[in-house]
């Protein structure tokens, strides 16, 4: 059923806000432009009332989701490439099924590949809006910068440094898929990089953070034993994300805090601290590609217990140079020092072992308008897949327990099957927060990440109508793309 005059009006319904807060209120949409609208302006100034009005029965009316790291979904891999024609199909295909989960728009994510794989697959991933399905908001690429002691699941043989800094990105992933777009979400004018994980403390690394932001990339920092002051130089040259927060990183000490320690970083601070010590002469640093100890036991992301590499002082110059001011303390209640530094937003599987319910709840505590829930899902995400055995790449396989999945013959997590709207319910119960500040965390603060919250994550007017209709206990109903009803449960 349309409306005659484009106009549709969701009523007896309840809409987040921006603010986390629920609010019994009208929705208002043009179907025929796909987007939101200012109910109070498209009545008072041009004399239009919606020709269909649609009784959401007190349900909640939400933006749609964003999952801005997933590795595949419902038997395709972004990772693998067979052909053209086979990874197009692919992508067709998790489009238009992952809209059963309420995610209207993902980001898909390369975990670390053979250096002559990028130009392949890169070009085929740039932004593309799908008429019945979720809009592919460009490529997110996880390595190859990554540091071998916290690797993961991505293949030692394919990490590398970076010495040559932001050329050594280009030669890796292309120079003309990390060219500035005009506007990314035109299709055939983006080049379709939105995010790149990298460890800051690899060779090079640091050296590329500012020129990536230039460019609209969103740096993140992940698969690192960045110390603390590593870790904070990272941010203040511009890294916008932490990827999947507690894992693939140091655990939190209380004398060196690293990356998770970013999310109590104060500004009062973070220009004045006194960096550690450069690496001593006789303990030289070991270099990103070099073997870690051999472990009897595979261990998780998590919680490895691989030796932790020295670090290279690559801050001592910085440091001594910098002439730092001494901040003054404020005497009212909620004075922060006036400083560029911004604490970057963070990623957080929750599906209760990535991270225990208990480290989520003290990170959203900590610093909750930066939490983006995500779900690192691999190419067996579907709600309807039974557990055992599955096949993976290069004759691994992974094994499914629930919403565990790890590689067959260790105790590595690879990733989840954890699907984003589960992660939305649980995100509530392990934190006590309540559904539509959930909502927050996978809609506007991914958005805000990567710089789109006037186009999705929001309901704002003029953003694309791409919703998902949610229970009160949060379970999906229906999912709508730019205006037009997609999926429905039955």
């Known amino acids: 059923m349309t409306s005659t005059n484009g106009l549709i009006c969701f009523t007896n319904c309840l809409l987040p806000l921006e603010d986390g807060s629920l609010v019994r209120k009208d929705l208002w949409i043009d179907e025929r432009r796909g987007v939101v609208l200012d109910a109070q302006r498209t009545f008072f100034s041009k004399k239009q009332r919606p020709a269909r009005e649609i009784d959401m029965q007190g349900n909640i009316v939400s933006p749609g989701f964003l999952d801005i790291q997933i590795n595949g979904a419902y038997g395709f891999d972004f990772s693998v490439y067979e052909s053209e024609e086979a990874y197009r199909e692919g992508l067709n295909t998790v489009s238009e099924k992952i809209v059963e989960t309420g995610v209207t728009s993902l980001v898909p994510t390369l975990i670390t590949q053979d250096k002559a794989l ?41 990490l590398r440094s970076a010495p040559e800094g932001f050329a050594s990105f280009e030669a890796v992933y292309g ?155 404020h005497l009212e209640k909620g004075q922060v020092a006036d400083m560029a530094f911004q604490r970057p937003y963070y990623e957080l599987i929750v599906d209760g072992i990535h991270s225990h319910p208990n480290s989520v709840r003290l990170a959203y505590n900590a610093y909750p308008e930066g939490c983006i829930l995500i779900t690192d899902a691999m190419k067996i995400l579907d709600p309807h897949l039974k557990d055992g055995v599955h096949e993976w790449r290069d004759g691994k396989r992974f094994v499914k327990e629930g919403v565990k999945l790890y590689l067959e013959g260790t105790d590595t997590l690879a990733g989840s099957v954890v699907t984003l709207d589960t992660c939305v319910r649980n995100f509530s119960r392990f934190t006590g927060c309540s559904l539509g500040e959930a909502i927050k965390c996978a809609t506007v603060n991914p958005a805000k990440c990567l710089g789109i919250e006037n186009s999705k994550g929001t309901l704002r007017p003029g953003a694309d109508a791409d919703l998902v209709v949610l229970s009160r206990r949060g379970d999906v109903l229906s999912t709508w793309i730019r205006g037009k009803e997609v999926w429905k449960k039955s």
């Open 118 to 158: 990028y130009p392949t697959i890169l070009p085929l991933l740039r932004p593309f809006t799908h008429p019945q399905g979720a809009t592919l908001l460009g490529w997110h690429a996880e390595g190859p910068f990554l540091q071998l002691a916290k690797r993961g699941a991505h293949a030692p043989a394919f």
């Open 175 to 329: 120079a003309s898929n990390l060219a500035i777009a005009e506007d990314w979400l035109m299709e055939g004018n983006a080049v379709g990089v939105r995010i790149i994980t990298a460890a800051p403390e690899i060779d090079g690394v640091m050296d590329a953070v500012s020129a990536l932001g230039e460019r609209g990339i969103v740096y993140s920092i992940g698969h690192s034993i960045a110390t603390t002051d590593i870790a904070t130089e990272a941010v203040r040259r511009g890294a916008r994300l932490i990827t999947h927060l507690f894992n693939a990183m140091p655990l939190l000490h209380h004398r060196d805090p690293s990356i998770i320690g970013l999310l109590g970083a104060s500004p009062h601070l973070v220009s004045s601290f006194t960096p550690l010590a450069p690496s001593s002469p006789a303990s030289p640093v070991r270099p990103a590609h070099a073997s870690a100890r051999t472990k009897t036991k595979a261990q998780s992301e998590a919680f490895d217990e691989h030796d932790t590499p020295p670090q290279t002082p690559l801050l001592a110059a910085v440091h001594a140079a910098a002439k730092v001011p001494r901040l003054g303390l």
